[in-house]
């Protein structure tokens, strides 16, 4: 099992900056790659940034590509979303995620293969 602990949400201006944590605890090593993911109110869940834990190859959704940074710190089983320009259409839950241990740290957009899953943190952007 792994365990995903989020944290950084907050209230921020349009415009603003906000830098999401995700401390990885248990059996870290059988994921290849986690990923971002959030829910606004009202909106299926939607994914917003992918990172391979084996190269710290990055990959995003169009709405928050050049604004927003995926990175990782292995020895701290730790990775990031640095929020860069956020806008109020960015206010939603964020969720970290990390890939079950049969599942490669290829290019993937859905949820299917992510199968451990933080409680959430809140980002909320006003205009």
């Known amino acids: 099992q792994v365990q995903l602990v989020e944290s950084g949400g907050g209230l921020v201006q349009a415009g603003g900056s906000l830098r999401l944590s995700c401390a990885a605890s248990?059996?870290?090593?059988?994921?290849?790659?986690m990923g971002w993911f959030r829910q606004a109110p009202g909106k299926e869940r939607e994914f917003v940034a992918g990172i391979s834990m084996i190269d710290g190859r990055t990959y995003y959704a169009d709405a928050v590509k050049g604004r927003f940074t995926a990175a990782r710190d292995n020895a701290k089983n730790t990775v990031y979303l640095q929020m860069n320009s956020l806008k109020p259409e960015d206010t939603a839950v964020y969720y970290c995620a990390a890939k079950g241990e049969y599942y490669s740290d290829s290019y993937y957009f859905g949820e299917y293969e992510y199968h451990y899953w933080g409680q959430g943190t809140q980002v909320t952007v006003s205009s």
């Open positions: 248990g059996r870290t090593s059988v994921s290849n790659a």
